[in-house]
């Protein structure tokens, strides 16, 4: 592996990844294409840009002359760039089709056309829908619920399709729920701790009964990173993490770490299509070498520590609230900040 692009890299997944594989001597170059939306930040790649071998380019994964022109000078690609907020798919759901879905597609027909050794396009668990019970494998059904999830499954097709039909040699990864330092303050984690740290109120939907289970930006980067390096063409790998929470467990914890009480906590009316429960079996990617290696407390504390230390940073991103969605079982207008 010498040459990699990677899509999306301003943003919270995709500058982790980079930072990572910057680590190793056998990288000769990591192009890095963005179009810096308001997800996208260039300081997120930090001490990134020291390193001769890193390149910024500001574009869109839309535009196919520029797709065409770095595909032909790299040999790998992993695909994070996407609309990734579910709060925003609710009401502007042709920008997450557009970037999601055609941008993949621009992505794919330049690598089928300048031939890749390999493309991970990363994908979520979020494609597979509610999970009462049970954990969904990669062979589960696909039943999205949101027009994010219905997005990013969309994609995921798109993108076995042309390993089917033409042989680029696709792996997709799914992930649960990440967290870590650099998150946009408008999911649900870096959300809390950035109203508890500034003394105001956070709200949870429903009763908080929503479960999420919660994986580590870097064990999450440790699994794309196996996949891209020993995952088969062809196949989906599903990445989890070792703790499962509902909103509210996640909630006392946060409270916990930022030294805050349960009078901080208002309950809203739950959000539109509001899954109850996610859950998948990564078994496959374990037997790869995969394990989460990340303690979720410490985990947690070093995040909210992060926030503490950097108000610079997220302080202007929380300015920006989100149009006011309307709940699935009220008429009333939701008011408060929404998460994912
Ligand atoms: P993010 O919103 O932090 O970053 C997305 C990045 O993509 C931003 O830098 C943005 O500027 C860029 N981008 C958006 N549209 C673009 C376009 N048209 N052209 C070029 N760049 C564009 O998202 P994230 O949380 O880092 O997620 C990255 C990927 O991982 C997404 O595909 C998401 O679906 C997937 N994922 C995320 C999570 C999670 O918990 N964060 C979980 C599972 C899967």
Known sequence: MRTLLVTGGAGFLGSHF??????????ARITVLDALTYAGHAENLGEAFLDSRMHFVEGDILDADVVDHLL???????????????????YEASTFLTTNVQGTRTLLDAARRRGVAKFVHVSTDEVYGPLLTGAADESAPLRPTVPYAASKAASDLVAMSYFHTYGVPVCITRSSNNYGPRQHPEKIIPLFV???LNGQPV?????????RNWLHVDDNCAGIELVL??????????????????????????LRICGSGWDQVRYIPDRLANDQRYAMDWSKLAALGYQPARDF????????????????????????????PRSAHSAQSLQEPQHA
């Open 203 to 211: 709200t949870l939907h429903g009763r908080g009964q929503h479960v």
């Open 18 to 27: 980079v930072r990572r594989l910057l680590r190793y001597e056998e990288i």
């Open 72 to 90: 032909a000078q790299h040999d790998h690609v992993v695909h994070f760039a996407a609309e990734s907020h579910v709060d925003r798919s609710l």
């Open 194 to 196: 950035t109203r508890l």
């Open 297 to 324: 407390q410490a985990g947690l504390e070093e995040t909210v520590d992060w926030y503490r230390r950097n108000p610079d940073r997220w302080a202007p991103l929380s300015r920006s609230p989100l149009p006011s």
């Open 229 to 254: 390096r020993s995952g088969s063409p062809g196949e989906v790998y599903n990445i989890g993490g070792g703790t499962d929470l509902s909103s509210k467990e996640l909630t006392g914890e946060l």
